[in-house]
């Protein structure tokens, strides 16, 4: 019966550990409650504490493990490996999926190469110098130490996403970490799992770890892309019943992201990351809902898995390697992460102490923990022993490398006194139920909007720049203002212009900023020509039109939200609204058509439609 839980006593458990007992439904969503309340509990120490928080849920989860207080039993059988990576693979999913959302191709556009450069060529050094190191510490071979090195050579996302949400560092070093621990992990990935391969299969090669390399991370790229875009075009198209379904829907796209190129032999890790990336660059519907949705999500999604390792570790055993897993710890650190930061940013122009700075930053977290369950479930020799190592170097990598980076970037002299990744400072949920969103643009001195004074940027009837952030000061703007390089603009955007409002951006940052004139009523004397009828297929779509009655749109005034309508300027002066009925002329025309409309409408949303028609036309 429902409620009465899942009997998992009868029989024994394997690797003769006592059989659990009932579990009931309330019970195990007593406990998933209680351990998300702790782990947002010790978070929150430790931000007073001034340490990664994400340490203490590890330290938790170790707390109430198996070899701690023995409230949960996990870690001593080989199916509880399994569902911890499954845990890994869905978090780390969801974690990458937001990173990439919250970036946005527009911010990793100017430091891609060299993001990339250290994704790729630098995650491969690190793992050459850092398993090198290993195979002389721990006696490995030096196979085994490659595989130990390329576990440890990926960055956390959620450790550096975590760190950035609070640092001051240089926006330019922020952007290349955001990059850099979003496409970082893939190639991670792949590493250990063509090492734990020619472990187990002594004819697997070098040459074959290559192929795979390349093809997987091509499937990736091609399934992210391809699932990105798919998605933008799908929500700029279909209007949802509720702004609920709109993160149903980005869920669906991690699902379908990670599954597809799981399923066609790519880089899941890799295809989420960059359908995130699409989804955050595009202006669709609903944006801010689903990057709220999403930042929440992913903190729930580290929550549970560093939850998870935690329960995963028993502490006893750890004491066997701390000596060689410390001298592991720094030796990856201090020297094997900057030389192949030094190596891959020489020609991106960076200083050294900015190098030093993306040196120190490659924090470890989950992520290598995740990896070193691959060689576990595939009964790599000696594997266990390898996952204590892992742990315990990630375990101090984090917490001195979390604990003193932003210390260090001041002490550098690399921080500002904005935010890396600066805060919505505005709550968007009120403004969404009202039909409007904040969309915020950081001007940048190569960008066509700097030096431009705020009437000349052309904003559309439906947006208002509200407000500018100058060096950390909220100024209201006027018309004659000057935009300056490093200011954050505020701009209100109805959520039906908002996909439109995407193509005025890409003038602010490229260029020309001119404004399309308006075009002129027909002379005096001469009538503009009034017509009314049903909307004709032909010129497309009613919410949006190209064009009415054959005559192109030079401008759109407003956009119907529940259903597709719109009021247009055309390019031979005259105005109309749209919809499953047409009225195109003068204003007044125009007007009196749409009052006729409201006097016979059905329902309000109806009646509200033609009064914002007439208000429209009231003074064109």
Known sequence: MPGDGIDVSAGPAPGGREPPHRVTDGQLLLYAGALLGMGLAVSLLATRLRMPGLILVLALGMAVGSDGTDWIQFGDDRRDFELARTVGIVALSLILF???????????????????????????ITAVLTGLLASWLFDFSLLEGLLVGSILASTDGAAVFAI???????????????????????????????????????????????????????IGLAVGLVTGLVSVWSLRRVTLASAGLYPVTSIAVVAVAYGAGDVLHGSGFLAVYIAGLVLGTARTPARRTIATFHDGLAWIAQLAMFLTLGLLVFPGDLADVAFEGTILALLAAAVARPLSVIATTWFAHFELREQ?????????????????????????????????IVFFAVVLSTLLQGSSFE???????????????????????????????????????????????????????????NLIVREGQAIPPRGSMRVEAGDRLHVLVRQEAAVEFGRLLDRWRDGPLDRAVRPRMPMRGMAPVFSTGPWDPADGDAGRPDRVRGVPVAERLRTRRDRPGSVVVLVDGRYAFTGPVVAIGAPGQVQDAARRRLRTATDDADAAWWREVIGALAAP
């Open 98 to 124: 937001e990173g990439g959302l919250a970036a946005g191709f527009h911010e990793i556009r100017p430091v891609l190469a060299p993001a990339v450069a250290l994704a790729l060529v630098g995650t491969v």
């Open 164 to 218: 950035l949400r609070g640092s001051t560092l240089r926006r330019r070093l922020a952007r290349t970490l955001e990059g850099e621990a979003g496409l970082n992990d893939p190639v991670a990935v792949l590493l250990v799992l063509g090492f734990s391969e020619w472990l187990v299969d002594p004819e697997f090669g070098i040459a074959d770890m290559a192929a795979d390399f390349v093809v997987e991370l091509s």
């Open 356 to 388: 030093v700075v993306l040196g120190w930053a490659g924090l470890r977290g989950a992520v290598p923990v995740v990896l070193a369950l691959f060689p576990v479930i595939d009964e790599v020799p000696g594997s266990e022993n390898l996952f204590n």
């Open 407 to 465: 210390a260090l970037a001041r002490k550098l002299g690399v921080t500002t006194t904005q935010a890396a990744i600066p805060a919505p400072l505005i709550e968007p949920a009120a403004l969404r139920r009202l039909g409007a969103e904040i969309i915020e643009f950081q001007v940048e001195r190569e960008h066509a909007a700097a030096g431009a004074r705020v009437r000349e940027l052309g904003l559309p009837r439906d947006a208002l720049l």
